[in-house]
C-alpha cells in the first residue's frame, strides 16, 4: 500500500531545462510535505517544504505546487544545473505524539545533462 | 559540527551474527528515528524515539531493537542477521512535533 506516489521514476533534462516532480497521497491526516535531495553515498537532505494552507511555496531555484482537494503536489526546478542530478524524494507527515512519521515516495532520479 | 553522525559508515558481517549501529545528533532535537532505505532506494520508517520513550514502532522484525539511552543518542541492535536486512540505515532527529528531520549518513549493512 503505496500513500505516497511519485512519478517519474527518472527524468533527464537538459541545463537550464525546468525538471517537474509529481507527488499524489492519499492520507488526509498528512499536514506537512517536504522534499528530500540525496546524492549517491550521502543520506537525504531538506530541500523545501509546504503546509497544506500554501498553494505554493518558492525557495531559491525550487518551488512546491500544492494543490490539497486533488492531494497533489509537485517540485520544479528552475534553471536546472548538472549539480543538481540526485534523486528526490517526496514525503508526507503526521503526527504519531511527539513524532512526526515521514511517509515517503519512490524517489525520482533526476540527470542534467550539459 | 556534524549534525546527525552514525558509526560505523559500513558493516560487513555474516548471517547469524548481531550488530549494533550508533547514532547521535547535536541539534538539541526531542526526537529521533531510524529508517531503512532499501535497494530501490526506498525509505521506510523502522522506529522513533522522544527523549527516550519508543512512540513510533512499525512493523519491524522484533530482531531490530533500538535503544535511547539519552535523548541524544538512538542506537539500533540486530539480532541474527538476515541476508534481507541488507540495507543502508538512516537515523534522523527533529524537534518534538515538527515534520523537519534531519537525517545523518547512513550506515551500509551487507548481511553475507
Known amino acids: 500500500q503505496q500513500q505516497v506516489k511519485q512519478s517519474p521514476q527518472s527524468l533527464i533534462v537538459q541545463k537550464g531545462g525546468i525538471p517537474i516532480i509529481n507527488c499524489a497521497y492519499e492520507?488526509?491526516?498528512?499536514?506537512?510535505f517536504p522534499w528530500y535531495q540525496q546524492f549517491p553515498g550521502k543520506g537525504p537532505a531538506l530541500l523545501i517544504a509546504?503546509?497544506?494552507?500554501?498553494s505554493e511555496k518558492k525557495e531559491g531555484r525550487f518551488t512546491i505546487s500544492f494543490n490539497k482537494s486533488a492531494k497533489q503536489f509537485s517540485l520544479h526546478i528552475m534553471d536546472s544545473q548538472p549539480g543538481d542530478s540526485a534523486t528526490y524524494f517526496c514525503?508526507?507527515?503526521?503526527?504519531?505524539?511527539?513524532?512526526?512519521?515521514?511517509?515517503f515516495g519512490t524517489g525520482t532520479r533526476l540527470q542534467v545533462t550539459l | 559540527d556534524t549534525a546527525v553522525s552514525q558509526t560505523p559508515k559500513y558493516l560487513v558481517t555474516q548471517m547469524g551474527n548481531d550488530k549494533s549501529i550508533k547514532c547521535e545528533q547535536n541539534?538539541?532535537?526531542?526526537?529521533m528515528y531510524w529508517y531503512k532505505q532499501d535497494s530501490k532506494k526506498f525509505l521506510k520508517i523502522m522506529f522513533s524515539?522522544?527523549?527516550?520513550?519508543?512512540?513510533i514502532n512499525e512493523t519491524v522484525p522484533n530482531r531490530f531493537s533500538p535503544k535511547s539511552p539519552d535523548k541524544a543518542h538512538l542506537n539500533l541492535h540486530i539480532n541474527s542477521l538476515e541476508l534481507g536486512d541488507s540495507a543502508v540505515y538512516f537515523c534522523?532527529?527533529?524537534?518534538?512535533?515538527?515534520?523537519?528531520?534531519?537525517f545523518g549518513p547512513g550506515t551500509r549493512l551487507l548481511v553475507l
Open positions: 534522523a532527529s527533529s524537534p518534538a512535533g515538527a515534520g523537519t528531520q534531519y
Open positions: 492520507n488526509t491526516a498528512f499536514d506537512y
Open positions: 541539534l538539541g532535537h526531542d526526537t
Open positions: 509546504i503546509r497544506p494552507d500554501v
Open positions: 524515539y522522544n527523549n527516550k520513550e519508543l512512540i
Open positions: 514525503a508526507a507527515s503526521d503526527q504519531t505524539g511527539t513524532a512526526s512519521k515521514l511517509t
